[in-house]
């Protein structure tokens, strides 16, 4: 009796050999371009986004609405980048990367041309969703073009450079809008936009090449099934982002916006698994590696809570503008250019990603420590040096996921086929802006209540019969009793006063806690960093095996 046919698995060098062949061995000027096109989208649409939640209170007051309107604006804008993440995959794989994103550029530009010149809040309102709509497809194509089109010995440096795009225009944000504002006007929140938008364009016409024909075999698309998808993860990242301000399941709104998007991905998920869709491949997402590194991807965006929110809040409390609080944030940008070149030499020479990775979590747990000696006393200068070290660490953070993730595509067979290349990088791109709102939304919700603890706990010990606060008052009011309508209003003005002080201390407090949250948040995350399974091969191991023309030899 013949024995039976083995099934063999291809072992790791064999996936290498296919996935060297899959890419590009020579670099030309196309493929460089490309490449800086869709690098210079992703740090654009990270920026623009970064200005408009800087510049909310000038917005507001051009447009003089309240508090609760001005809350709209952002989730308008924040909202349609979550609703054309996935729906991308669809337009990409249907009209092909290069005119998808040269019609989004374009109509990015015009939009955020005309912004600053808008004087009604519903036109406002929807001409950010249109530049929300517009430039979320920059990120979901990044990931795809750059798997796509560059040869593996410089894919290092092509994930280091993305990791600089969007790690500085977050860091850079404060300094730039102050620059803006003090300098030129705050139009230019959306005006430098405009500006860079062309350039991306310019890039993208010359560097990517048009797609071909899409072949007609096999089942449609599912329009129908991305918008349930879309429009679902939608409503369900505007509930986040009003949770807080609307009070939760207190809230109507709330409660209408999240139970619908929920029923939204529900009909997303019967109707993907009643019928195939061709562009979508989500069994190819259900591996170890995938899900642990989308876990760890949505708490690295929680650790930027250090920059974007942390810091700029203990400063904020004094009173300091952004063009003041941006010298402390700018710090974290200046190691960026050289930990690139660094941490790119460091992949082509066989480090592993996860090591670069577990690296940059532990300096940003460090830094973090270091900031927990944060008292009322502390300016901008006084971050300097763990503004640094955090720069250091977030970005050897953000360059070690991103090439693990790389690696995750190639060694899964994510070359093999377009749709699962669309797929991993949907799904990556979902999860970033779900990991950074609900982080922030978490970090703000947790600061209020830190807050709201510490004063009841520093309240206990300030009490009228006190002799310390009974002297405190005393002495308060005789030094604002010349100043007062009489000894009433100045005693007054002396209560308010130690009130204020009191909140200034609870506050300091509340952010020396999220600092330690920061630092405990980066120490649970290395373990799931030690969960990661090893890639077969690294960045060294497959550029050796792909074939370098003979005229780079010379």
């Given amino acids: 009796m013949a024995p039976a046919t083995a099934i063999t698995q291809p072992t790791a060098a064999q996936i290498a050999r296919a996935a060297a062949a899959a890419m590009p061995a020579e670099v030309s000027t196309r493929p460089l371009l490309g490449t800086l096109g869709v690098l210079v989208g992703a740090g654009l649409v990270t920026l623009t986004g970064r200005m408009l939640d800087l510049g909310l209170a000038d917005l507001k007051g051009h447009l003089g609405i309240s508090y609760d309107a001005g809350a709209w604006l952002s989730s308008a804008f924040n909202a349609s980048l979550m609703f054309i993440g996935p729906f991308s995959v669809y337009l990409g794989g249907l009209l092909g990367p290069r005119r998808l994103l040269l019609f989004a550029a374009g109509a990015f530009t015009v939009v955020c041309t005309f912004l600053p010149s808008i004087h009604s809040y519903s036109l406002l309102v929807a001409a950010l969703i249109v530049a929300g709509l517009t430039s979320g497809t920059f990120y979901p194509l990044t990931l795809t073009f750059a798997l796509r089109a560059i040869p593996l010995r410089y894919l290092p440096f092509t994930l280091t450079f993305y990791a600089t795009f969007i790690d500085g225009a977050v860091n850079i944000g404060p300094s730039l809008y102050g620059f803006y504002r003090d300098h030129l006007s705050w139009h230019w929140m959306f005006w430098g936009s405009a500006v860079m938008a062309p350039v991306m364009m310019i890039c993208i016409y010359y560097g990517i090449p048009p797609a071909a024909a899409r072949k007609k075999d096999g089942p449609a698309p599912s329009f129908t099934g991305f918008l349930y998808l879309s429009l679902g993860l939608a409503l369900l990242f505007a509930a986040i982002q009003q949770g807080q301000r609307l009070d939760w399941w207190r809230s ?21 698994l009643l019928g195939p869709n061709p562009l979508v491949a989500l069994p190819y997402l259900w591996k170890w590696n995938t899900v642990l590194l989308g876990c760890l991807l949505f708490w690295f965006r929680f650790t930027l809570c250090t920059t974007i929110i942390l810091v700029p809040q203990s400063l904020a409390i004094h009173g300091f503008e952004p063009n003041q609080i941006g010298p402390a944030i700018i710090w974290s940008a200046v190691p960026l250019l050289p930990i690139a070149f660094i941490a790119g030499l460091l992949l082509l020479r066989k480090l592993d990603p996860r090591i670069l990775f577990a690296v940059g979590l532990a300096c940003t747990a460090f830094s973090a420590v270091l900031n927990a000696h944060y008292d009322s006393a502390w300016a ?6 763990t503004e640094l070290l955090t720069g250091v660490g977030q970005a050897f953070s953000l360059i070690g996921l991103v090439g693990c993730i790389v690696l995750q595509a190639i060694f899964t067979g994510g070359l093999a086929r377009p749709e699962r290349v669309l797929t991993f990088s949907a799904f990556f791109h979902t999860i970033r802006l779900f990991g950074g709102t609900a982080g922030a939304i978490y970090m703000g919700h947790f600061i209020a209540d830190r807050e709201k603890l510490h004063s009841n706990l520093l309240g206990l ?30 005693s007054v003005r002396a209560v308010d006063l130690i009130a204020s002080r009191l909140r200034l201390q609870a506050y300091s407090l509340s952010i020396i806690d999220g600092f330690l949250l920061i630092a405990w948040s980066c120490a649970c995350a290395l373990i799931f960093v030690a969960l990661l399974r090893k890639s077969p091969l690294n960045y060294g191991d497959l550029s050796g095996m792909q074939q370098i023309p003979s005229h780079e030899k010379e």
Avoid: E, P
């Fill in 461 to 490: 010990h300030v009490s009228r019969g006190n002799w310390i606060t009974d002297q405190n008052i005393h002495a308060i009011t005789a030094g604002l009793y010349a100043k007062s309508s009489g000894m009433a209003g100045a």
């Fill in 380 to 385: 901008a200068l006084n971050f300097y040096r």
């Fill in 252 to 272: 109507g709104v709330y409660s209408a916006l999240f139970l619908t998007g929920s029923l939204l991905l529900l009909c997303a998920l019967v109707r993907r």
